[in-house]
């Protein structure tokens, strides 16, 4: 039972951490707590790849401080991770260790015989279980010879004359997969019959990558991420195509690049401030004076023309900055802040909003990321983003009744493993696609239904002796924001308070000194394969479980 002591102790660890991300909150209303450097060995290997093939003369001075990064980010164990300092991962371990052959094979050979024997012991490539990045991977042991031109995966090109199939087999992809299906036209053994169509399809792939270039302003930075813009540029030059949008690219590499010589992921000023803004309403900040540049913010960066490329209408949001690319993660999560927030002036936005979700929802009654009907891995359908979109919708005013929510939890139904448990193609494993599903099916009504009653049920089972959740795995140690999304899930599902007290006290026990709480790689890059903390996300969701709980107590 929970002690006015305990109740005391909450209601402190809330107030805390709340001042804590204010303290990190930007004048334009981001909240940056615990955004240091977002530097990537992936964005590293992209930048330097692409340099080589674009610009090998003028940008060999960031091409050598590229490469002194990457030897410096190398682990002990040979491998490299997408974030450095954390478990070496196979996909940055490869990319790097053939970027480093391909522009420094004398002066780091030491490094690359140390990747290399990291991947043997990996398995190899086909280990790695994701086969888009297989076949990133592949492409880069190309430039270097370690596969055989004959013997690479074709880019199929020729389907770019059918867009619509095209966004819907490729997704987000689309404009990374022209570049280097344009580059494959140029150095991949093909028919007659092949080279035909490829001619044919040419502009059309040519005009996605620059639909998203002009979308995004023209700066030369695809998606704000030297990682997407380096497969992209690295395609172009290899192909000589494009060549306005590569010598702008060559411009924002060298207007990106840190003062420790490496490049950045793209930031994520959105989603980082809608997690910690759903944090600090769960918390009772509403009317809080410090939450009004945040509905500033995501008025501001709604977008209102649509985004061609992907097929996808104008009102969604994406992850960051003005002419950011659409996501359904995001665009449903930022309707809900919206509706918490107090005032009017955010009605249109709010509609505009749930009508893109409305637009967007696939024919089965999911959403994936941002192309209808995709079923690409790590772009949808997910449960997780179906369950936020569903939240967005039910915020907004739409009914429980309603044929989009019903449509919706009908494929949730179906798409629950056989363990009770649901994926989430963003967070690692099942616990945070499970929680998520589960207050979504409570608040459609749906609490008592067969798929509810087993989420809940694998949820329980799941946590571990120490009172904390992890990835579901008894070998894995727990998470805060693990924690926070199972205390969350099983509140909405109506479990005692007293039940969960081993999760609160682990909650209480993992702050900070300043209040906050640690971050964990829970969040997917690609699926399965790279992983990487958000600050944000761990304060904004132990915020809400905390909030939750005293609620519950209170009752």
């Known amino acids: 039972m929970s002690t006015p002591l305990l109740m005391d102790e909450v209601s402190e660890a809330i107030d805390a951490a709340a001042e804590a991300l204010f303290a990190a909150q930007r004048p334009d209303g981001v909240f940056i707590y615990g955004i240091g450097s977002s530097a990537t060995t992936l964005s590293t290997v992209g930048a330097v790849s692409a340099l080589h093939f674009a610009d090998p003369e003028g940008s060999a001075d960031l091409v050598r401080r590229g490469v002194d990064w990457l030897v410096a980010a190398q682990a002990e164990d040979g491998g490299w991770s997408m974030v450095p300092g954390q478990e070496s991962e196979a996909g940055p371990t490869a990319v790097a260790t053939a970027v480093l052959q391909l522009v420094a094979a004398d002066a780091a050979a030491g ?11 990996y398995g190899g490539l086909d280990a790695i279980p994701h086969l ?13 010879g370690w596969i055989d031109p004959r013997d690479m995966r074709r880019f199929p090109l020729e389907l770019a004359l059918l867009p619509g199939l095209y966004r819907r087999l490729f997704d987000l992809r689309a404009p990374m997969v022209s570049a280097l299906a344009l580059a494959q036209t140029r150095h991949k053994p093909l028919t007659n019959f092949q080279r035909r169509l490829a001619r044919w399809a040419e502009p059309n792939a040519l005009s996605v990558i620059r639909q998203v270039y002009e979308h995004e302003g023209s700066t030369g930075g695809w998606c704000e991420d030297a990682w997407v813009t380096g497969l992209i540029v690295a395609g172009l030059a290899r192909a000589g195509l494009g060549r306005d949008m590569v010598e702008a690219a060559v411009r924002w590499f060298r207007e990106q690049i840190n003062p420790d010589g490496s490049w950045s992921s793209g930031p994520l000023d959105l989603t980082w401030t809608m997690y910690a803004a759903r944090g600090l309403l769960a918390a009772g900040y509403a009317d809080d004076e410090r939450l009004r540049p945040v509905k500033a913010l995501f008025l501001r960066l709604q977008q209102h023309e649509p985004f061609t490329a992907f097929g996808c209408p104008p009102g969604f949001w994406g992850w960051s900055g003005t002419h950011g690319w659409p996501a359904t993660l995001e665009t449903g999560e930022i309707v809900s802040v919206l509706s918490r927030l107090p005032g009017d002036d955010q009605a249109d936005a ?21 192309v209808r009907n995709t079923k690409v891995a790590n772009s949808g359908p997910c449960p997780h983003m179906t369950a936020q ?26 798409a629950q493993q056989p363990d009770g448990s649901y994926q989430s193609v963003w967070y690692r494993m099942h616990t945070a696609g499970t ?4 207050q979504t099916l409570v608040r459609a009504g749906a609490g008592n239904s067969p798929a509810a009653v087993r989420a809940r049920q694998w949820l329980e089972r799941t946590q571990r002796d120490d009172g ?16 926070a999304w199972a205390v969350r899930g099983l509140l909405a599902a109506g479990a005692d308070p007293a039940a969960l007290l081993p999760g609160v006290r682990w909650l209480l026990a993992a702050r900070l000194p300043d209040g906050g709480w640690p971050a964990a790689p829970v ?24 909030s939750h709980y005293r609620q519950a107590v209170a009752r």
């Open 389 to 414: 979109a569903l939240d967005g919708l039910l915020d907004s005013g739409v009914p429980a009744d309603d044929r989009r929510i019903r449509r919706a939890l009908g494929w949730l139904a179906k």
């Open 523 to 546: 969040n997917e890059y690609v699926r399965y394969v790279s992983r990487y903390p958000m600050p944000p996300l761990a304060q904004g969701l132990a915020l809400r479980a905390l």
């Open 468 to 483: 904390s959740w992890g990835t579901g795995l008894p070998t894995d140690p727990g998470t805060v924001e693990e924690t």
């Open 435 to 438: 929680s998520a599903v589960l």
């Open 111 to 121: 490094q690359v015989k140390a990747g290399q024997d990291w991947m043997h012991h």
């Open 350 to 370: 709010i509609r505009d909003g749930a009508g893109w979700l409305t637009r967007q929802q696939d024919s089965r009654g999911s959403w994936g990321l941002c």
């Open 132 to 144: 888009e990045v297989v076949a990133w991977c592949r492409q880069f042991y190309g430039y270097v």
